[in-house]
């Protein structure tokens, strides 16, 4: 399968899990630093996934799973250990709701890439279903390479894009925004010395 990759925005759209178990919590764990409405249906949850839903930022339908649980959703994700009630999930899912099934049977509209976030740095790897285990490992390495400075750093980037193009235009306005990647800014941002950053920021701008 040749997957298209995408980054969705889910701003108050609603997630529904079916299945409580490990896949779930990651899947979970995943959707948590969107602004999704997410709803997991399963008779039991792991801790995890209760102290979430205890501090009502998950909620939870203590239940088995019934195809009007799928009402509203955008996307879905059928998460449980048994075929049949993933099947189930899938018959209930109509053509305009997007389905992922943990078990990679039947309807795949998407799958789960791994993620490493940096603040707005959002790095993914997927071996389109090869080996998740492999995704792993490279989700470590990448995690090493690119380390907590990163989201400083492109928070810091994002800002003085928008005062670079808000200021100048042209050439001017080209070569500053390739200059905003010199490394010194990386090393500032590493050292906690963001004030550097604007500073050198403010003087290339002349304002
Ligand atoms: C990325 C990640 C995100 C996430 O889960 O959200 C993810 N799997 C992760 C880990 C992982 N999963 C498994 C192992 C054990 C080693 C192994 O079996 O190889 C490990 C490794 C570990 O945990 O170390 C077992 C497994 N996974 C799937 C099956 C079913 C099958 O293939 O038949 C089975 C066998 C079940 C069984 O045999 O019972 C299926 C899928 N897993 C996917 C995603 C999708 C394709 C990803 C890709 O393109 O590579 C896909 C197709 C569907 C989907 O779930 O979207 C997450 C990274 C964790 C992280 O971020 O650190
Ligand atoms: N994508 C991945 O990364 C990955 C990794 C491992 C396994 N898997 C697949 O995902 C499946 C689930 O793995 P797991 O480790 O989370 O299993 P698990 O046994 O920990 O969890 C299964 C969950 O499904 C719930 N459940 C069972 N019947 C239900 C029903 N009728 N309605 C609602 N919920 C129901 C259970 O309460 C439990 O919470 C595996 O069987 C395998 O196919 C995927």
Known sequence: MNYFPMLLNI??????????????????????????????VS????????????????????????PSDVNDATIIFAATDKQEVNDAVEEATQHWQLL???????????????????GNLILTISTSGASPKLTRQVKEEIAQRYGDEYEPYVAFLGEARKKVLATLKGEEKKALLADLLNPQ????????????????????LGV
């Open 43 to 66: 008779p039991e949850v792991t801790a995890q996934l209760k102290v979430y839903i205890e501090q009502g930022i998950v909620a939870w339908r203590q239940k088995y799973f019934e």
């Open 100 to 118: 992922s099934r943990a078990d990679a049977q039947g309807r795949v509209d998407f799958i789960n890439p791994a993620v490493v976030r940096r």
């Open 185 to 204: 800014i990386l090393q500032w941002t590493k050292q906690g010395e963001i004030e550097k950053c604007h500073a050198w920021l403010q003087q290339r």
């Open 11 to 40: 701003e108050y759209k609603t997630a529904v899990i079916v299945g409580g178990g490990h896949v779930a919590e990651q899947k979970v764990k995943a959707l948590l630093p969107t602004k999704a409405n997410i709803i997991v």
